[in-house]
């Protein structure tokens, strides 16, 4: 399993960015997939998810109206499109797996497996 997140950076506050992660070693297209987030100051913490065929969402309450998640099956990939940039958006980005279809993700059904994270740093 491998997980290869990417599409991070520096941003100022109100900008955009688009993270992808690709997936490779498992059926992507039977597992729901997450983004979460982490700072030094804050544990891991659930952004958004997506069922296993896109047709249902969920997101943080913080970034609900801001970021949509997406994914296409046949690229194995997941996408976070993330708008309204603030700067406590500030973290490390990862994707994650889930052995669940719907939207009832947590650690305990997340795969072991995380790739190395992509930065997102939202700053004047």
């Known amino acids: 399993v491998q997980l290869v997140e990417s599409g991070g950076g520096l941003v100022q506050p109100g900008g955009t960015l688009r993270l992808s992660c690709v997936a490779s070693?498992?059926?992507?297209?039977?597992?729901?997939m997450t983004w979460y987030r982490r700072t030094p100051e804050k544990e891991r913490e659930l952004v958004a998810v997506i069922s296993s065929d896109g047709g249902r969402t969920d997101y943080l309450d913080s970034v609900k109206g801001r970021f949509t998640i997406s994914r296409d099956n046949a690229k194995k990939t997941v996408y976070l499109q993330m708008n309204s940039l603030k700067p406590e958006d500030t973290a490390t980005y990862y994707c994650?797996?889930?052995?669940?279809?719907?939207?009832?993700?947590?650690?305990?059904?997340?795969?072991?497996?995380w790739g190395q994270g992509t930065l997102v740093t939202v700053s004047a």
């Open positions: 994650n797996a889930h052995y669940v279809h719907g939207v009832e993700v947590s650690l305990v059904n997340a795969m072991a497996t």
């Open positions: 070693g498992f059926t992507f297209s039977g597992y729901a």
